[in-house]
């Protein structure tokens, strides 16, 4: 019952249990995954599981090997202990997440737990995802999420075998990207006064380390970090700090309410562009960078000529740009959120696509139309088999999950949200051959793995909260 689903997974009659006298063999090169094993293993058993010459488990990187690509792995449990191949540092650190899966639900717990045997069941599993690109955005600027917040998606994220955490770094109520030339851009920008009325101000902004430190946590977990600036529209709380950069070079505060502002950068702000972007480039060093480009009151030449420009910073440092509209320039990546058609023009065109359509992957609708949901985006419900169903039209990259943060604060009402939605998604993109009555049945004892992490099955409506 590993989810996702396994490309292969064939019984073996005898297991191997975990103990104290457990050691592991690494080949060079996987000496990472040997070390996450252990991390992720520690507190619920205890166990540990020192690196040896002679280790039961033998983990081994070999470049070699066919048909396992640059994220499969191959994984064999016997009575003598635990084989683990891959080609890549990736498919090893997935491999480790099914050995996880594969021993009882109470090895996922944070703190110890006695008499539980450690058995790992006779298998023999190969292993290769169907789809490259499994991401699921945050956004940490309209409500901002502590670093502790986004760690623990990144671990759960990968839980789940998902690769892209997709960050949305600044909008028009909140700018959380340090920038050292440029400081009134976080004591400015990244605080706005209240919002919709409440009186309460919300604001936060991360460090250069801490962003360094997820770069470094979400790479050792085989996820890639894709941050987004947005331009040139929700661009006000940027505006606030410098409003000579806009459009209409008009003094406003971040804004307090949400919606589409008509705030916008100017094309002569493209110097700064080009200094903000300079600095995410040295921080993420990740392939694609969001330019965002939606929602934007200003005319389509400018609009595109802005984009054309700043994707083409990216470019000529050997980076991609992604953006939720089509940029003008077939190099970067679209992200059809309103529908199909932008998917199939943008595929017409022979750009790459990752879905995002807001009716199967906006994870701020709400989960059901039952009167015990906290309050949502309106307008929509998405459930998780709305996810499971997601459109993939032929030659997409992939497809990922946007969880916006109009209406989430805590982080217990964030994981309510994203699970088990992000779940369907991971194991629909991963699967070979996604089935969703398949994944129902294996939900059912998934369920109690999410539960032994602590993801809350309800969430209770915040007395003040904002809509
Ligand atoms: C979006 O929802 N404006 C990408």
Same mark, same amino acid.
Request: with cysteine; proline share 8%; net charge negative.
């Given at each position: 019952?590993?989810?996702?689903?396994?490309?292969?997974?064939?019984?073996?009659?005898? #297991?191997?249990? %975990?103990?104290? =006298? *457990?050691?592991?063999?690494?080949?060079? @090169?996987?000496?990472?995954?040997?070390? !996450? &094993?252990?991390?992720?293993?520690?507190?619920?058993?205890?166990?540990?599981?020192?690196?040896?010459?002679?280790?039961?488990?033998?983990?081994?990187?070999?470049?070699?090997?066919?048909?396992?690509?640059?994220?499969?792995?191959?994984?064999?449990?016997?009575?003598? #202990?635990?084989? %683990?191949?891959? =080609? *890549?540092?990736?498919?090893?650190?997935? @491999?480790?997440?099914?050995?996880?899966? !594969? &021993?009882?639900?109470?090895?996922?717990?944070?703190?110890?737990?006695?008499?539980?045997?450690?058995?790992?069941?006779?298998?023999?599993?190969?292993?290769?995802?169907?789809?490259?690109?499994?991401?699921?955005?945050?956004?940490?600027?309209?409500?901002?999420?502590?670093?502790?917040?986004?760690?623990?998606?990144?671990?759960?994220?990968?839980?789940?075998?998902?690769?892209?955490?997709?960050?949305? &770094?600044?909008?028009?109520?909140?700018?959380?990207?340090?920038?050292?030339?440029?400081?009134?851009?976080?004591?400015?920008?990244?605080?706005?006064?209240?919002?919709?009325?409440?009186?309460?101000?919300?604001?936060?902004?991360?460090?250069?380390?801490?962003?360094?430190?997820?770069?470094?946590?979400?790479?050792?977990?085989?996820?890639?970090?894709?941050?987004?600036?947005?331009?040139?529209?929700?661009?006000?709380?940027?505006?606030?700090?410098?409003?000579?950069?806009?459009?209409?070079?008009?003094?406003?505060?971040?804004?307090?309410?949400?919606?589409?502002?008509?705030?916008?950068?100017?094309?002569?702000?493209?110097?700064?562009?080009?200094?903000?972007?300079?600095?995410?480039?040295?921080?993420?060093?990740?392939?694609?960078?969001?330019?965002?480009?939606?929602?934007?009151?200003?005319?389509?030449?400018?609009?595109?000529?802005?984009?054309?420009?700043?994707?083409?910073?990216?470019?000529?440092?050997?980076?991609?740009?992604?953006?939720?509209?089509?940029?003008?320039?077939?190099?970067?990546?679209?992200?059809?959120?309103?529908?199909?058609?932008?998917?199939?023009?943008?595929?017409?065109?022979?750009?790459?696509?990752?879905?995002?359509?807001?009716?199967?992957?906006?994870?701020?609708?709400?989960?059901?139309?039952?009167?015990?949901?906290?309050?949502?985006?309106?307008?929509?419900?998405?459930?998780?088999?709305?996810?499971?169903?997601?459109?993939?039209?032929?030659?997409?990259?992939?497809?990922?999950?946007?969880?916006?943060?109009?209406?989430?604060?805590?982080?217990?009402?964030?994981?309510?949200?994203?699970?088990?939605?992000?779940?369907?998604?991971?194991?629909?993109?991963?699967?070979?051959?996604?089935?969703?009555?398949?994944?129902?049945?294996?939900?059912?004892?998934?369920?109690?793995?999410?539960?032994?992490?602590?993801?809350?099955?309800?969430?209770?409506?915040?007395?003040?909260?904002?809509?």
């Amino acid at each position: 019952m590993i989810v996702p689903l396994p490309t292969r997974i064939v019984r073996r009659s005898k #297991g191997f249990t %975990l103990d104290c =006298g *457990t050691s592991v063999r690494v080949t060079p @090169g996987a000496e990472q995954a040997a070390r !996450l &094993l252990r991390a992720l293993l520690r507190p619920a058993t205890g166990l540990p599981l020192p690196i040896a010459d002679h280790g039961q488990i033998v983990m081994a990187l070999d470049a070699k090997l066919v048909g396992l690509g640059a994220e499969g792995y191959a994984l064999t449990v016997n009575e003598h #202990g635990v084989l %683990l191949r891959a =080609g *890549t540092a990736a498919g090893l650190v997935h @491999g480790v997440q099914t050995i996880r899966q !594969l &021993l009882p639900v109470e090895a996922l717990r944070s703190s110890r737990v006695s008499e539980v045997d450690w058995t790992l069941p006779g298998a023999d599993i190969r292993d290769v995802p169907r789809l490259p690109w499994r991401g699921f955005m945050l956004d940490v600027a309209r409500h901002f999420q502590p670093v502790h917040v986004v760690r623990r998606f990144i671990d759960l994220m990968a839980l789940h075998k998902l690769n892209v955490l997709h960050l949305h &770094l600044t909008d028009d109520q909140g700018w959380r990207m340090p920038v050292p030339s440029r400081p009134l851009l976080s004591s400015v920008g990244g605080w706005r006064t209240e919002t919709n009325g409440d009186g309460v101000p919300h604001g936060g902004t991360y460090t250069r380390g801490e962003l360094e430190g997820l770069v470094a946590h979400a790479a050792e977990r085989g996820i890639r970090i894709m941050p987004e600036i947005e331009m040139p529209g929700h661009a006000r709380a940027a505006l606030a700090a410098y409003p000579d950069l806009g459009f209409a070079q008009q003094r406003l505060p971040v804004w307090t309410r949400w919606g589409i502002s008509d705030s916008a950068f100017g094309l002569h702000a493209m110097g700064f562009i080009r200094e903000v972007l300079a600095e995410v480039l040295e921080v993420f060093p990740g392939s694609h960078v969001h330019l965002g480009g939606d929602e934007c009151l200003m005319p389509e030449d400018v609009h595109g000529e802005f984009l054309r420009q700043a994707g083409g910073f990216l470019l000529d440092r050997g980076r991609v740009p992604a953006a939720w509209e089509p940029t003008g320039d077939p190099r970067a990546v679209v992200m059809p959120w309103k529908d199909e058609t932008q998917a199939t023009k943008a595929l017409e065109r022979g750009q790459d696509v990752v879905m995002a359509p807001h009716t199967s992957t906006y994870l701020d609708y709400p989960r059901s139309d039952g009167a015990h949901e906290p309050p949502g985006q309106p307008g929509f419900v998405v459930t998780t088999r709305d996810v499971y169903h997601v459109p993939l039209p032929d030659g997409v990259l992939g497809a990922q999950c946007q969880l916006w943060t109009e209406h989430v604060r805590t982080r217990e009402h964030l994981e309510y949200l994203a699970f088990p939605r992000l779940v369907a998604l991971a194991d629909t993109l991963w699967s070979q051959r996604p089935e969703w009555e398949g994944f129902t049945t294996r939900m059912r004892l998934h369920s109690s793995r999410l539960a032994e992490l602590s993801i809350p099955a309800e969430v209770r409506r915040e007395p003040c909260e904002h809509s």
